[in-house]
């Protein structure tokens, strides 16, 4: 395991050991992440006034930032999700087997199903639900279209792609 690991108000992260935490990742006081997960260059996951649970084989990639609502939501990622280039996700609940694209937002209160997309650069605004075998886009974020059965069943291979890069890099790295 690599990165900035904090305790904050004498909670520590729990981290599988067979997870890639990047050398400059940050994660901070109450944040629980799964195994195989993988917290790529420049993420912040900061669980310092409310918790962050993070699930399997989850990809995190590179400058992602996760937080949450002090004393009110927390923020729950499930397994099996790629979270793309630059999110920010806060106070948001991503449920198993989604797909959250570069530079999207997600607010508080907002869940995103299994099978759903967000797309690149969408801002899901709080409290909406992005459901199963659906594309939002835009700002704020909106229904665009179903998804193909394509674009579905891509979303296992992306985060089995990045369980495997990752696995890579912590053996390269003598994690």
Sequence with gaps: MSG???PFKGTSPTIADDCFIAPNATIIGDVVIGAGTSVWFGCVIRGDVHEIRIGERTNIQDGTIVHVTGGKLGT????????????????????????????????????IESG???AAGAVVTPGKRVTAGELWSGNPAKLMRPLKEAEIAFFPKSAANYRTLGDTYRQSLGD
């Design 116 to 118: 759903a997309m967000v």
């Design 4 to 6: 900035l690991i904090l």
């Design 76 to 111: 729950y990622i499930g397994s099996d999700i790629t979270i793309g280039h630059g999110a920010v996700l806060h106070a948001c609940t991503l449920e198993d087997g989604c797909f959250i694209g570069m530079g999207a937002v997600v607010l508080d209160g907002a869940v």
